[in-house]
């Protein structure tokens, strides 16, 4: 069996949150670590932390293989949806 814990921090009305610290200290979170927050397809939200953010070339890399796997957009080809028929203009 699962169990399941739950910690929680008030928003202040600046939009910021104090992550608390046994959420720190789990995360291994330290000064100027990065918090990431994964969106599931499930609706769930993953937290982890991270040391440093990605690098330039790690984020460009990560973009353009998912432009790869998504399609590429330059192929010269457009898809309309079926034709719903003729308009008629009378003048």
């Known amino acids: 069996m699962t169990i399941k814990a739950q910690v929680s921090a008030k928003m202040t009305s600046k939009n910021q949150i104090t992550i608390p610290k046994s959420v720190r200290q789990i995360l291994g979170l330290k000064e100027n670590h990065w918090v990431?927050?994964?969106?599931t397809p499930e609706g769930e939200i993953?937290?982890?932390?991270e040391?440093?953010?990605p690098s330039f070339e790690d984020f460009w890399k990560q973009e353009l293989a998912i432009i790869e796997e998504m399609g590429k957009f330059d192929t010269g080809e457009m898809f309309f949806e079926k034709d719903l028929g003729e308009e008629n203009i009378e003048w």
């Open 51 to 53: 040391k440093a953010a």
């Open 46 to 49: 993953k937290v982890r932390g």
């Open 36 to 39: 990431i927050f994964e969106f």
